[in-house]
Nanobody
Framework: QVQLVESGGGLVQPGGSLRLSCAAS????????MGWYRQVPGKERELVATITSGATTNYADSVKGRFTISRDSAKNTVYLQMSSLKPEDTAVYYC??????????????WGQGTQVTVSS
């Protein structure tokens, strides 16, 4: 069993900052790519940012220059530092991780989601 536990969402004013965290725990041999996605009601879930085990990052155009993804591999934790937040960043943010278990199979895991609301 593997769990992804997210934290750090909340309400912030436009222009403000928030930091999301997501920790993976359980039957883990290795964590490969980790990432953040977001979803608003009525729309598909979209990629925000990903980071590989080698620390290569990828960002959606809409967040480049404002968001920074990072990871602490020793803690199996991924972070999303969000700055200069805009109302259009309001969404439920989901953590994702591609995890290899002790049987050497890779599975895709999702966190439970954390609400980020940008509003004055």
């Amino acid at each position: 069993q593997v769990q992804l536990v997210e934290s750090g969402g909340g309400l912030v004013q436009p222009g403000g900052s928030l930091r999301l965290s997501c920790a993976a725990s359980g039957s883990i041999f290795r964590v490969n790519t980790m990432g953040w996605y977001r979803q608003v009601p009525g729309k598909e879930r979209e990629l925000v940012a990903t980071i590989t085990s080698g620390a290569t990052t990828n960002y959606a155009d809409s967040v480049k220059g404002r968001f920074t993804i990072s990871r602490d591999s020793a803690k199996n934790t991924v972070y999303l530092q969000m700055s200069s937040l805009k109302p259009e960043d309001t969404a439920v943010y989901y953590c994702n991780a591609k995890i290899i278990n002790w049987s050497r199979y890779e599975y895709d895991y999702w966190g439970q989601g954390t609400q980020v609301t940008v509003s004055s």
